[in-house]
């Protein structure tokens, strides 16, 4: 079954990782699954936002980290995109998870964890306490390039999906998943192949796809196999494609 992710919510369409773009994405029928990106505030909220600085997406300057919530919340992280989403805010992952509660959406919700060398420890922790909180671990993937992120989770609570994301054509693979215990890789578009799928496939591991955005490319994908969740900023592409 095809099964198709909106990147960072429905980003073509609305703001990027902000609750108008995760609301969209939630109520188009036939996305099975919503990506965001999270890290944490100075005063360690986590919260969705892809950028490590607040530039692009807000009307305000500087790095995440360097702010706390408070601060972060009254910028507008909307108007960039179309003046209609004005007010927009960046939001804080709780609520992203009380939306797939409150809903009681049936939805994959990806996560990834940012990482720029200036992780707190606290990271892991908060975020698997609020998915708990929520009762939204089955539904819940976490995924990060910083593959010891994904090793503490796992050691934190092996009760998670975990995955790791991985660009460019990565050796020892296998050993990479058997030393974190993920589960799933999630692997840039350009870098997948039948090698690849039949070696994951073979041991049991789940295959994300990203950011899938032609459709000549969404339909290579679906080519090559029926089991691979595509990540895109254009849902329609994947839903108007062969099965």
């Known amino acids: 079954m095809l099964k198709c992710c909106a990147h960072r919510g429905y980003s073509s369409r609305a703001p990027e990782n902000t609750m108008a773009a995760i609301e969209m994405a939630l109520h188009t029928s036939g996305i099975t699954g919503v990506e965001i990106d999270i890290q944490l505030t100075k005063d360690l ?53 009380q939306l797939f509660k409150e809903t009681e959406s049936k939805d994959d919700l990806i996560i990834e964890i940012k990482s720029d060398g200036h992780d707190s420890p606290e990271i892991e922790k908060r975020v698997i306490e609020l998915i708990k909180q929520f009762n939204l671990t089955s539904q819940v993937y976490i995924k990060s390039f910083n593959h010891e992120i994904i090793k503490s989770i796992n050691e934190i609570d092996p009760g998670f999906n975990t995955g790791l994301l991985i660009s460019g ?75």
């Open 45 to 97: 909220v986590p919260v969705v936002i892809h950028d490590f600085f607040i530039d692009r997406t807000t009307n305000g300057q500087g790095f995440v980290r360097d702010k706390d919530y408070q601060q972060l919340s009254k910028f507008d992280a909307g108007s960039w995109f179309k003046a209609e989403y004005k007010g927009e805010k960046i939001p804080a992952l709780e609520e992203v998870l």
């Open 169 to 243: 054509r990565s050796t020892l693979i296998l050993e990479q998943l058997e030393y974190t215990r993920a589960s799933f890789i999630s692997i840039s578009h350009y870098y997948l192949d039948q090698n690849i799928i039949d070696l994951m496939e073979s041991n049991g591991i789940g295959i994300m796809s990203w950011t899938v955005n032609k459709s000549s490319n969404i339909n290579r994908i679906t080519d090559l196999s029926d089991n691979i969740v595509i990540i895109t900023n254009y849902p329609e592409k994947v839903l108007a494609s062969k099965i």
